[in-house]
């Protein structure tokens, strides 16, 4: 017994060393942890604070003692009204002592704190004594805040996210998606759309596609794919979708994560590549122009079939890309012409050239224009050498056709008897042929750009002015009858032209009125005199025709008195001897006119 309670007793030094041991313990978890603890005397109105306390608001401790009225002080004003009410309620109503609010150091630093604290009571229920503690929750609320920030950062960005972003459980069933994603399915809110399985909005025929990146997922697999989609109104939309596992905190995959963007027009755009890819193979390849490329060592980059053809036909060989475009069995003018070509390109030069030769798979002969232009890559290096070999026979034949007409035409022009002329509205000339030296002396250069109505007869300028204003009110390529006027020739004399104007204004090549004149000078002037001979032979008939009728009028009136058989012999006689007479007269008058006529006949 006796040892037993010798073991239950302390010795008084041993007391002291335990409790600075625990003062010590103590302010070491405060300092640790952040932490400080406080008692409110009710009795005495006094407050008193541990060193931690006095640590966390950075002030010296021997400023205690401290009242409750001043410790109430060092709560932030906006909190300090809650604090005293929370202080009361404890009090009055018993309930437990929990408050977190923020404390002002006094250096001014705003701090957070969490504190709580048990009351001490008399019989009578009444506060003696209230004792607690509280902790710098600063770090761990900042930390809080900038979670929360963090968290409302990434759900405002998923929300505004123009991707789709949705999670999907294991089973398939859509749990969470946001606006976007909504949107591209078609849902007007997401309960419509949550708690639905994905792969009854994605199309049967891709349907393996989508479940083989989920399936992926779910394997730890992070993969991406392409897919269509049927909106819940019906509208199809292509998908590309990358799908990554989800796990909570002992690492097992609880769910997936898929990010999907609409890839529609996307998809058009490189269907409608496709397509004039195609397009273009078909067009390169259906012509007859040879298209080819080459990199600096004259190897074969691309070609059309065109060009492989020939290629092929003079290597002996099918021709295919990454061959020699320099070939040495065509004779050694052959390879160096080209190389030529080739080096001169490679070296930065865009220049053209001309090759007329004889087919080696046709044996006719082509004309062809060569182009020639650098490749060059992004940081502007002479990579290889597009060329183009455009046939160019066709235009050849035609031109050379074309020459041919053009020297007959002018040969027909400059040695003809018409001369044409191109005139303004107003008369001024454009182009006059070479012919108007045989016709009027001129040369051309004397009548370009001067005004016809310069070498018009007066009395025929408003006929022709006249005329003018009307061809260009007829249709484009009519033409007016034709018509004479006078204009002086280069010696001075009056000539008359025959002359047809027709209306070529909107014609691009002419722009003017085409006036074809011949001299017809010599047919107006034989025209005329027959004009004069018939007037004055109309004149002589007239003045002679009642001369005429006196005789014959006698003859008639003597024979119908004969055929009446009533004369007797001797009246007969008398009446032929009338007869005669008037015969004679007859022809006298005759042989007067016939005399009056050929004075007016020119021999």
């Known amino acids: 017994m006796k040892e037993t309670e010798n073991n239950n007793i302390i010795p008084p030094s041993t007391v ?27 009795v005495s109105q006094t407050l008193h604070w541990s060193e931690g306390v006095f640590r966390i608001l950075e002030m010296d401790a021997s400023s205690m003692p401290v009242d409750l009225e001043k410790g109430f002080l060092s709560v932030h004003p906006e909190d300090r009204e809650r604090a005293v009410k929370h202080m009361q309620d404890v009090l009055e109503t018993g309930i437990d002592y929990n408050l977190e609010c923020r404390l002002i150091t006094t250096k001014g630093k705003v701090i957070f704190v969490h504190s709580v604290a048990d009351v001490v009571r008399n019989e009578k229920n009444e506060p003696l004594q209230i004792v607690g503690i509280f902790q710098d929750i600063t ?93 819940l109104k019906g509208t199809e939309r292509w998908m590309e979708s990358t799908a990554v596992p989800l796990t909570n905190q002992t690492g097992e995959i609880t769910s997936v994560l898929s990010v999907t963007r609409d890839i529609s027009d996307k998809v058009k755009n490189e269907e409608k590549l496709i397509r004039i890819k195609r397009n273009q193979e078909a067009l390169i390849n259906g012509t007859s122009d040879l298209i080819w490329s080459l990199d600096s060592q004259f190897h074969l ?26 070939i040495l069995n065509q004779g050694e003018a052959f390879y160096e012409k080209w190389k030529g070509y ?91 042929s070479p012919s108007i030296t045989k016709v009027l002396g001129y040369s051309e250069s004397e009548l370009v750009d001067i005004n016809i109505f310069d070498i018009l007869h007066p009395d025929d300028i408003t006929k022709k002015k006249a005329r003018l204003e009307e061809v260009v009110s007829v249709p484009v390529g009519n033409s007016l009858s034709s018509y004479n006027f006078r204009v002086k020739h280069q010696n001075g004399t009056w000539r008359w032209m025959e002359s047809t104007i027709t209306n070529l204004m909107e014609d691009e090549s002419i722009q003017g009125i085409v006036d074809n004149f011949h001299d017809v000078t010599e047919r107006v002037v034989q025209v005329t005199a027959i004009q004069t001979q018939n007037e004055k032979l109309k004149a ?23 055929q009446t058989g009533t004369l007797s012999l001797t009246e007969e006689k008398r009446s032929l001897d009338h007869l005669i007479e008037s015969a004679k007269e007859l022809d006298e008058v005759i042989q007067d006119i016939v005399l009056k006529s050929q004075r007016v006949i020119v021999p």
């Open 16 to 42: 002291k060393e335990e409790d600075k041991k625990y003062k010590l313990i103590l302010r070491q978890m405060e300092t640790l942890g952040r932490l400080g603890h406080w008692e409110v005397d009710f």
């Open 139 to 231: 770090e761990q609320r900042e930390a809080y805040q900038n979670l929360l920030q963090k968290e409302l950062r990434l759900s405002s960005i998923l929300q505004s996210e123009p991707e789709c972003v949705k999670v999907v459980s294991p089973e398939g069933i859509l749990v969470e998606m946001n606006p976007a994603g909504l949107q591209m399915i078609e849902a007007d809110s997401a309960d419509v759309a949550l708690g639905q399985k994905v792969e009854n909005l994605v199309h049967s025929a891709d349907l393996k596609f989508y479940q083989s990146i989920h399936t992926n997922a779910l394997q730890g697999i992070k993969s991406s794919t392409r897919f269509r989609i049927i909106g």
């Open 301 to 326: 980059i691309a070609a059309n079939k065109a060009f492989l053809d020939v290629m092929g036909f003079l290597l002996g060989a099918t021709a295919k890309e990454g061959d020699s475009v320099l």
């Open 342 to 432: 080739y080096e001169r390109g490679l070296s930065g030069e865009s220049f053209k050239t001309y090759e007329r030769f004889t087919s080696p798979i046709t044996g006719k002969e082509e004309h062809r224009e060569v182009f020639f232009n650098p490749i060059r890559n992004p940081e502007d290096h002479i990579t290889g050498l597009a060329c183009f070999s455009k046939d160019i026979t066709d235009l050849m034949v035609k031109r050379m056709e074309l020459a041919s007409s053009e020297r007959r035409y002018r040969a027909l022009v400059e040695n003809g008897v018409d001369v044409i002329a191109i005139l303004t509205e107003k008369g001024q000339t454009k182009y006059v």
């Open 540 to 562: 002589i008939a007239w003045t002679q025709a009642h001369v005429v009728r006196n005789p014959l009028a006698k003859i008639m009136g003597i024979v119908d008195l004969i």
